[in-house]
């Protein structure tokens, strides 16, 4: 079931049809609205349509009601009506190919990246550093990269800070100052991290991207689903992790220009986590993310309910909208709906603002981007109903998805290789090791004197008296001796 133009993908229908042209899909988009208007079923639609033109699709599931993707639809009065409504003659209800993926490991098949991936400025955003921690965090990945240390999770981390921590007096010509206070912070940092779940994000095997881009049954692209609806307690990791993901797919895959459809689709929930205090260098990248990750062949859908949450530089390189109602309560809320109303192409036969306040349960304003790349004129546009389920999945049927999974076993159990921790943890022990040894010999020394001294036969009162002169004057000098050598000792310590 194609329900399409020239595979196109059908939306629904305002004054005429309205369908997504997948050769602009990597244009980017955004699906916007308040809370309740419908925004998760023209999420749905659109990753329908895209599987079934054999791309595979990315999306987040934050409120935890998208795996019902996975399973055919039930007939219902008002779906049938809606079928009618918008004349769909080949509709039929099925499910899709889906694979579901969980952070924390508990709902799908783990997501891990090392340390070193991650980089220094996504974990520095992630543990909300100030610039002093931000320059500490730069050292130690910069000691590890000189030392050709793998960082890989936290202990990695951690075990490197406290190592830097403890030679910072030698590394400071090198790298520069090394506050212990800005050691202490970032460690009880990463605490709260553990706590929140990242020991179990930070690891191996690492996430292959390639593993988001299979076909399954039919052809139709691989649905990935991940499960973040407890993730959302986490808002942070959340948003860090698709930042990470967008620059993931920036670096690893390569240049193809313009496709007559994308390779991959990416939708991202409640996005406003991704920009929330972000730096301006962070908001950057992302800006530059975006703009040049439509070249690898990526389309990237913002799903938000207020379109002030998405900063301009951003939101100007959105090209598919779909525009769900606003309310007008608050100033902030009116200058919403005006700045929604303005990025659409104007419709003569519309008043724009006020047909967003206004638009029902699943409909939406609609522009998609036409021959040319041009905008679309915005159309009213009642959604098309998905052909899978509106809704979750139940607890067996996400099971036998696991069970079933092309992926079963491959993320499930994690590898802990040598790396910075056992590696920096195995040089604090040998250093330890030595001084033992070396002080263990010092008294064995001394212990041997005393004896060989104690052994020696009595002597007369003149080669007493004559003996002892000297051993005064020779202690003396052993003392300041044995005191340099000490004293360099400890100095090397």
Do not use: C
């Not at 990597?26 to 809370?35: E, P, W």
């Not at 052994?455 to 020779?474: H, L, W």
């Amino acid at each position: 079931m194609t329900s399409s133009t020239d595979n196109n993908i059908l939306i629904g229908k305002g004054e005429k049809k309205v369908y997504l042209n997948p050769r602009f899909a990597n244009r980017h988009g955004l699906i916007a609205g308040a809370t309740g208007t419908g925004k998760t079923v023209s999420l749905q639609v659109l990753a329908e349509g895209f599987s079934r033109l054999g791309v595979p699709v990315f999306m987040a599931d934050v409120k935890g009601d998208l795996t019902g993707i996975s399973q055919p639809g039930s007939p219902h009065p008002k779906i049938e009506e809606r079928i009618e409504k918008i004349g769909i003659d080949d509709y039929a209800f099925e499910g899709f190919p889906t694979v579901l993926w969980d952070l924390l490991g508990e709902q799908g098949h783990p997501v891990r990246a090392t340390i070193s991936d991650m980089g220094p400025l996504l974990l520095s955003r992630l543990l909300d550093l100030n610039d002093t921690q931000e320059g500490v965090v730069n050292i130690a990945f910069r000691f590890a990269d000189d030392e050709g240390l793998l960082m890989l999770d936290l202990d990695d981390l951690r075990t490197t800070l406290k190592y830097i921590g403890e030679n910072r007096k030698t590394f400071q010509n090198e790298y520069g100052n090394i506050s212990p206070a800005s050691i202490g912070a970032i460690q009880r940092r990463l605490l709260v991290l553990e706590e929140q779940g990242a020991d179990k994000f930070f690891g191996e095997p690492a996430l292959d991207l390639w593993d988001f881009m299979r076909t399954g049954n039919k052809g139709h692209g691989q649905i990935n689903i991940l499960m973040a609806d407890q993730l959302m307690t986490s808002p942070r990791l959340y948003a860090t992790f698709l930042l990470w993901l967008m620059s993931e797919l920036f670096e690893d895959l390569p240049e193809v220009g313009d496709l007559d459809k994308p390779r991959l689709v990416f939708f991202f929930d409640e996005a406003h986590l991704l920009f929330d205090d972000a730096p301006k260098a962070l908001v950057e990248k992302v800006e530059q993310v975006v703009k040049l990750v439509r070249s690898k062949g990526v389309g990237i859908y913002f799903i938000t309910q207020n379109p002030l949450d998405i900063p301009d530089e951003v939101l100007g390189q959105l090209g598919n909208r779909i525009q769900h109602a606003l309310r007008a309560f608050t100033p902030r809320d009116q200058r919403a709906v005006k700045a929604a109303a303005q990025t659409f192409r104007e419709n003569p036969n519309l008043d724009t603002v006020e047909t967003i306040t206004n638009l029902g349960v699943g409909e939406a304003l609609v522009s998609m981007l036409e021959d040319g790349g041009v905008p679309g004129i915005v159309e009213r546009t009642l959604i098309r109903p998905p052909a899978s389920r509106i809704g979750p999945a139940t607890d067996p049927e996400r099971a036998e998805l696991l069970r079933k999974s092309p992926l079963a076993g491959r993320y499930d159990n994690p590898i802990d290789r040598e790396s910075a921790h056992e590696i920096l943890k195995e040089r604090a022990e040998k250093a330890a090791r030595e001084a033992e040894e070396a002080a263990a010999r010092m008294a064995e020394e001394k212990q041997r004197q005393r004896m060989a001294r104690s052994g020696r036969r009595r002597q007369s009162v003149g080669e007493a008296m004559a003996k002892s002169i000297a051993r005064s004057i020779g202690s003396q000098l052993g003392r300041r001796i044995v005191r340099g050598i000490l004293g360099s000792i400890f100095r090397g310590r």
